[in-house]
């Protein structure tokens, strides 16, 4: 089993650009969850999709933010236009049911300069 | 108050000494309890799992959780080096589906 796959694993852009970050889920887990990691603010939930549809996206930030999950092996996370308080490490996650652990892939550290 | 709290630590602890971090948290329809692992640059990784009241033991490792005091704890014994790392306590929310974790406490086991 190859995991939670994330791409790229490093993203250094400029203010203004657009990021698009990547994920493929575990095959046959039927949930998907995409957290940011800070020093401060810890893990947080972003947004989660179940059966490719999204379920909350409460915990995305602003506007500038959208997720999409065109099928069941990928999800797309996209910043447009980025700023640097969104530098952060982004972390994809699946699991099998709501109730189940996640499990994370390796995520993406994002500079914006 | 945050819905799950964790001290922070650092917890240092000598090399096979049992190390025991605690987790407490809000939400009594909560049902689901995680501890996560997580290295310095890396993912969290799940080490334990644990729905029901008692302990849970994996190898090295004993989870506890008590549903009417609300806390969770992870004991780790003949702790080594090699167990120094941030540990996350993570609980499902009851309503939401969300998986909510606390800050993590960071472990020391020195030689």
């Known amino acids: 089993d190859a995991g939670v796959i994330q791409s790229p694993r490093h993203e250094v852009t400029e203010m203004g650009q657009e990021v698009t970050l990547r994920c493929k889920p575990i095959?046959?887990?039927?949930?998907l969850f995409w957290y940011r990691q800070t020093m401060m603010r810890g893990l947080e939930l972003l947004i989660y999709?179940?059966?490719?549809?999204?379920?909350?996206d409460s915990g995305m930030p602003e506007d500038r933010f959208s997720a999409k999950m065109p099928n069941a092996s990928f999800s797309t996370l996209k910043i447009q236009p980025s700023e640097p308080r969104d530098s952060a490490v982004y972390f994809c996650?699946?699991?099998?049911?709501?109730?189940?652990?996640?499990?994370f892939g390796p995520g993406t550290r994002l500079t914006v300069l | 108050q945050k819905e799950v709290e964790q001290n922070s630590g650092p917890l240092s602890v000598p090399e096979g000494a049992i190390a025991s971090l605690n987790c407490t948290y809000s939400?009594?329809?909560?049902?689901?309890f995680f501890w996560y692992r997580q290295y310095s640059g890396k993912s969290p990784e799940l080490i334990m799992s644990?729905?029901?009241?008692g302990d849970k033991e994996d190898g090295r490792f004993t989870a506890q959780l008590n549903k009417a005091s609300q806390y969770v704890s992870l004991l780790i014994r003949d702790s080594q080096p090699s167990d120094s790392a941030t540990y996350l306590c993570?609980?499902?929310?009851?309503?939401?589906?969300?998986?909510?974790f606390g800050a993590g406490t960071r472990l020391a086991v020195h030689p």
């Open positions: 996650a699946s699991s099998l049911a709501a109730q189940q652990a996640r499990f």
């Open positions: 095959s046959g887990h039927d949930y």
């Open positions: 999709f179940n059966n490719n549809v999204p379920i909350d």
């Open positions: 939400d009594r329809g909560s049902q689901s």
């Open positions: 644990i729905y029901s009241n």
């Open positions: 993570a609980a499902i929310s009851g309503g939401y589906n969300k998986l909510i």
